[in-house]
T-cell receptor, first 112, second 114 residues
Framework: GNSVTQMEGPVTLSEEAFLTINCTYT??????LFWYVQYPGEGLQLLLK?????DKGSNKGFEATYRKETTSFHLEKGSVQVSDSAVYFC???????????FGKGTKLTVNP | EAQVTQNPRYLITVTGKKLTVTCSQN?????MSWYRQDPGLGLRQIYY???????DKGDVPEGYKVSRKEKRNFPLILESPSPNQTSLYFC?????????????FGPGTRLLVL
């Protein structure tokens, strides 16, 4: 079946540090891949997405590249800020379906 | 402003007392869905709807019901809540014609069943 595996958290970084959150997936066909962010007390917001192999999604300084050969979609940011503290979810959606399959989430805390 | 609204945002109830969590979207989306979020488990889909009067089970449908009588509304019904349904619930919607393939999420409903 379809599944998403994220690195377990929590992750604690100092401001301006480099961030990587690993995400790998198992899916039939060619899924679309997403990163969602959940700030404290809020719902989920789409952070970035990629719909085919080698696509790079980017937003707010975050990037992730769809790697079909390694079935991965790792989230990166070169210099994190305190305001990036949140829970990050990797997710996939198979073609022809609207269903999102989520990873378990990774909590990021950035200290000043 | 495009949005998904849920009500109530917070709810404390007792075992067996029927409750309904409402969800409404203003984007004319065909697809709507309910998820629950639990620590260490991420988000799991409860039910979804592809359009009016078309609903189907997700991964964890036991103990829940839904209806889709109008395109904009997709209420979640707990006929006889139990403590294991204590969770954070999210409604989401997306449009099949939306090029962006983005699902929009509501702000969440935190439910405590005593």
């Amino acid at each position: 079946g379809n599944s998403v595996t994220q690195m377990e958290g929590p992750v604690t970084l100092s401001e301006e540090a480099f961030l990587t959150i690993n995400c790998t997936y198992t899916a039939t066909g060619y899924p679309s891949l997403f990163w969602y962010v959940q700030y404290p007390g809020e719902g989920l917001q789409l952070l970035l997405k990629a719909t085919k192999a080698d696509d790079k999604g980017s937003n707010k300084g975050f990037e992730a590249t769809y790697r079909k050969e390694t079935t991965s979609f790792h989230l990166e940011k070169g210099s994190v800020q305190v305001s990036d503290s949140a829970v990050y979810f990797c997710a996939l959606k198979r073609g022809g379906s609207e269903k999102l399959v989520f990873g378990k989430g990774t909590k990021l805390t950035v200290n000043p | 402003e495009a949005q998904v609204t849920q009500n109530p945002r917070y709810l404390i109830t007792v075992t067996g007392k029927k409750l309904t969590v409402t969800c409404s979207q203003n984007m004319n989306h065909e697809y709507m869905s309910w998820y629950r979020q639990d620590p260490g488990l991420g988000l799991r889909q409860i039910y979804y709807s592809m359009n009016v009067e078309v609903t189907d089970k997700g991964d964890v449908p036991e103990g829940y019901k839904v209806s889709r009588k109008e395109k904009r509304n997709f209420p979640l019904i707990l006929e006889s809540p139990s403590p294991n349904q204590t969770s954070l619930y999210f409604c989401a919607s997306s449009g099949r014609t939306t090029y962006q393939e983005t699902q929009y999420f509501g702000p969440g409903t935190r439910l405590l069943v005593l």
